[in-house]
T-cell receptor
């Protein structure tokens, strides 16, 4: 069965620190990959997505993610975080074989100290 | 403004009392789905619909029903709610189920006593 793992459940950083959130998936075929963010009290919104082409994807608010097929990973990065990045981050994977289903990871809560 | 709306936003009910959570989108999307969000478990898909009158089970469908009589609406029905259905529920819609961005509603926090 397909699954998505986010090993960091809660990450605490100071402002201006660099961020990397891990995401690994289990599926050997072609995948579409997403990162969603949920700010406190708000609904989920898309940060970035990868379908094909350049494996380094840039999203909103200075976030980027790199798809490494050999490692089944799609880690989210930001060189310098801000207090406003405090949120919960979800990785999601859609496998071409089951186009109707998108599997979400369990989420990583990011807390930024001012 | 493109949006997905859900009602109610908050609901406290008792075991066994039937309830419906409504979901509506104004983007003419074909694909809609319901998720529940629980701490440590992320979002899990309950049901999805690929178009009017076409629905299918997601990962955790037990205890839920859905209907899709109109393209814009996708209500979630709990015929006999139980305490283990206490959760945060999100409705989402997208035009292309595999590749497009999902647009999420604001969420419905349900407590079943």
């Amino acid at each position: 069965a397909q699954s998505v793992s986010q090993h960091n459940h809660h990450v605490i950083l100071s402002e201006a620190a660099s961020l990397e959130l891990g995401c690994n998936y289990s599926y050997g075929g072609t995948v579409n990959l997403f990162w969603y963010v949920q700010y406190p009290g708000q609904h989920l919104q898309l940060l970035l997505k990868y379908f094909s082409g350049d494996p380094l994807v840039k999203g909103i608010k200075g976030f980027e993610a790199e798809f490494i097929k050999s490692k089944f990973s799609f880690n989210l990065r930001k060189p310098s975080v801000q207090w406003s990045d405090t949120a919960e981050y979800f990785c999601a994977v859609n496998a071409y074989s089951s186009a109707s289903k998108i599997i979400f990871g369990s989420g990583t809560r990011l807390s930024i100290r001012p | 403004e493109a949006q997905v709306t859900q009602n109610p936003r908050y609901l406290i009910t008792v075991t066994g009392k039937k309830l419906t959570v409504t979901c509506s989108q104004n983007m003419n999307h074909e694909y809609m789905s319901w998720y529940r969000q629980d701490p440590g478990l992320g979002l899990r898909q309950i049901y999805y619909s690929m178009n009017v009158e076409v629905t299918d089970k997601g990962d955790v469908p037990e205890g839920y029903k859905v209907s899709r009589k109109e393209k814009r609406n996708f209500p979630l029905i709990l015929e006999s709610p139980s305490p283990n259905q206490t959760s945060l529920y999100f409705c989402a819609s997208t035009q292309d189920r595999g590749t497009d961005t999902q647009y999420f509603g604001p969420g419905t926090r349900l407590t079943v006593l």
